[in-house]
């Protein structure tokens, strides 16, 4: 069995730009007090040393596949892995962590905050050997956050649940962060 976890905040760099782009606007919805600590909890997700993609594939067995996260959010991430990999999968969004802020500031702009353009964050495919495996344990480093969500499945369909209703996932490449901030991936080259 394979199993899906995500390392790293997802949004959090759409957030950022939002922050920085649109905060006199911003300002009017929400104190300075918030947006200074969910801009603070940000750089703090993109600052941290994470996550190294080929220390991992090289000393870890049980990472069979990953994805960085970036344009387009997590949904995009899911669908190129799985599209790679041919494979269908089955994931909780409620189990995909992301700020509160990152939400928050979404929904002001009306945005899906999971289509949002993220940075330092990545989709592990782990295979599951054992009740033991919580996270990868690489040469004894332990990553963190570090968060399952689900698991990839023998179907070809993707199956997300939100709550109590499942939907498939689609295959969309376009960044959240465009819709108010218009072409913004295009032309920072994201």
């Known amino acids: 069995m394979i199993k899906l976890y995500v390392l790293g905040f997802v949004g959090n760099l759409g957030t950022k730009v939002l922050i920085e782009e649109k905060q006199d606007e911003l300002l009017k919805q929400f104190n300075q007090e ?22 991992i594939m090289s000393s870890c067995e049980e990472v069979v596949d990953y994805e960085q996260i970036g344009k387009g959010g997590i949904l995009t991430a899911l669908w190129k892995l799985c ?18 802020g990152t939400i928050e500031i979404a929904n002001y702009f009306d945005l899906n905050p999971y289509r949002l353009l993220t940075d330092n964050a ?22 963190e956050p570090f968060y ?17 209703t499942e939907a498939f996932l689609t295959k969309d490449y ?13 032309n920072k080259g994201a």
Not at 122 to 143: L, N
Not at 174 to 186: G, L, Q, R, S
């Open 34 to 55: 918030f947006i200074t600590h969910i801009n603070n909890q940000i750089e703090e997700s993109l600052s941290k040393d994470g996550f190294n993609p080929s220390l």
């Open 83 to 100: 599209d790679r990999n041919k494979w269908g999968l089955k994931f909780s969004l409620r189990k995909i962590p992301i700020l509160q």
């Open 122 to 143: 990545f989709i592990i495919a782990c295979e599951f050997v054992g009740a033991d495996i919580i996270r990868p344990q690489c040469r004894g480093e332990v990553y």
């Open 148 to 164: 399952e969500i689900g698991d990839i499945t023998n179907e070809r369909k993707r199956v997300r649940i939100d709550g109590e």
């Open 174 to 186: 376009k960044d959240e962060v465009d819709k108010v901030i218009p072409n913004y991936t295009k």
